[in-house]
T-cell receptor
Framework: GNSVTQMEGPVTLSEEAFLTINCTYTATGYPSLFWYVQYPGEGLQLLLKATKADDKGSNKGFEATYRKETTSFHLEKGSVQVSDSAVYFCALNSGTGNQFYFGTGTSLTVIP | KAGVTQTPRYLIKTRGQQVTLSCSPISGHRSVSWYQQTPGQGLQFLFEYFSETQRNKGNFPGRFSGRQFSNSRSEMNVSTLELGDSALYLC?????????????FGAGTRLSVL
């Protein structure tokens, strides 16, 4: 079956620290992978995506590389800001139909 | 282009009542998916509608139902509300075909069951 596992939170970092949020997946077929971000009181927003192995998605300083050999899609950012405080969700779309599978979310708090 | 619109934003109901939530997708999107978000369970998939047909369904009891209209707007209904139904209900729209589909989310409807 299809599933996504991401690291448990919460994560607290100081401003300008390096961020890694781990995400691994199980999928049948050739999934597309996504990172979504949810700010307080809002819905989820797409942060970045990758559609095939070795693709790197990037946006707003965040990056994630689709690693088929390790079935991973870890989110990284070199220098976090207070405004990055949010909940981050890893997700996959298996490509058959349109069903998305989400991880449980990782809460990030960045302190000045 | 307008985003995904969910109404109402907040609802308070009592146990045993029923509730209907509404979702207007982005213009041109034919797929609408519904999710339940709770602190303990994360995002749980309820169902997906594409061109007025339910195409995928999650593992929720029959009290949860939905439909989609010819203009792609969707409604979700929960009957005989239970305390455990208190959650943020999110709607997401997408083009609906192909694995690269991106889901665009609304701000959600916060349902409180007393």
């Amino acid at each position: 079956g299809n599933s996504v596992t991401q690291m448990e939170g919460p994560v607290t970092l100081s401003e300008e620290a390096f961020l890694t949020i781990n995400c691994t997946y199980t999928a049948t077929g050739y999934p597309s992978l996504f990172w979504y971000v949810q700010y307080p009181g809002e819905g989820l927003q797409l942060l970045l995506k990758a559609t095939k192995a070795d693709d790197k998605g990037s946006n707003k300083g965040f990056e994630a590389t689709y690693r088929k050999e390790t079935t991973s899609f870890h989110l990284e950012k070199g220098s976090v800001q207070v405004s990055d405080s949010a909940v981050y969700f890893c997700a996959l779309n298996s490509g058959t139909g349109n069903q998305f599978y989400f991880g449980t979310g990782t809460s990030l708090t960045v302190i000045p | 282009k307008a985003g995904v619109t969910q109404t109402p934003r907040y609802l308070i109901k009592t146990r045993g009542q029923q509730v209907t939530l509404s979702c207007s997708p982005i213009s041109g999107h034919r797929s609408v998916s519904w999710y339940q978000q709770t602190p303990g369970q994360g995002l749980q998939f309820l169902f997906e509608y594409f061109s007025e047909t339910q195409r995928n369904k999650g593992n929720f009891p029959g009290r949860f139902s939905g439909r989609q209209f010819s203009n792609s707007r969707s409604e979700m209904n929960v009957s005989t509300l239970e305390l455990g139904d208190s959650a943020l209900y999110l709607c997401a729209s997408s083009l609906g075909q192909g694995g690269e589909n991106i889901q665009y989310f609304g701000a959600g409807t916060r349902l409180s069951v007393l």
